[in-house]
């Protein structure tokens, strides 16, 4: 399936600022150690001049990544003009059959974060709250089997 390339302001930010360290900070840093690595000698037997190299492949990677990503990227600077229903950017609280309550903020693909209850806009259970709105019952599929959610509230964050 597809990644959607909407992206929060704040999340756009974040890639962008990890772009630019990783290319003007880090990149050069690495580089460096590389040349110095190999004024030792033999590259053949250099571990440290094997793992500078495998590291600025690996960054050097992570770099045209970003890259591809900022280019196509939709920022989503507003919210919609109904609130009452949910859509990207959405913070909503919703509640299980068992009264476990749960905070989810809808964010693009490369921002989510489990520690920030931040999902996925191309998450099972974000295409299922799509256009829902308060006291809405929703049955989402997901890996453990089928679970109900109510939704509680729903607001957009600044």
């Not at 990644?3 to 756009?12: D, V």
């Not at 929703?138 to 729903?154: D, E, H, T």
Request: include cysteine; hydrophobic fraction near 35%.
């Amino acid at each position: 399936m597809p990644r959607s390339n909407l992206i929060t302001e704040e999340g756009a930010t974040r890639l962008r600022n990890e772009l630019a360290d990783l290319w003007k900070n880090k990149r050069p840093e690495v580089t460096r150690a590389i040349t110095a690595a190999a004024a030792e000698g033999d590259r053949s037997e250099n571990a440290e001049y094997i793992y500078r190299k495998k590291q600025l492949r690996e960054m050097d990677r992570r770099i045209r990544y970003l890259q591809k990503r900022t280019a196509e990227m939709r920022v989503i600077e507003h919210r919609p003009p109904d609130q009452s229903k949910i859509f990207f950017g959405a913070l909503v609280e919703l509640e299980d059959e068992e009264g476990n309550q749960f905070i989810h903020r809808l964010v693009g693909s490369d921002e989510f974060d489990y520690r920030a209850e931040y999902i996925s806009i191309d998450s099972p259970l974000a295409r299922a709250l799509l256009k829902k709105q308060v006291d809405d019952e929703v049955v989402v599929n997901l890996p453990a089997g089928k679970k109900c959610f109510y939704i509680n509230k729903i607001s957009y964050p600044l």
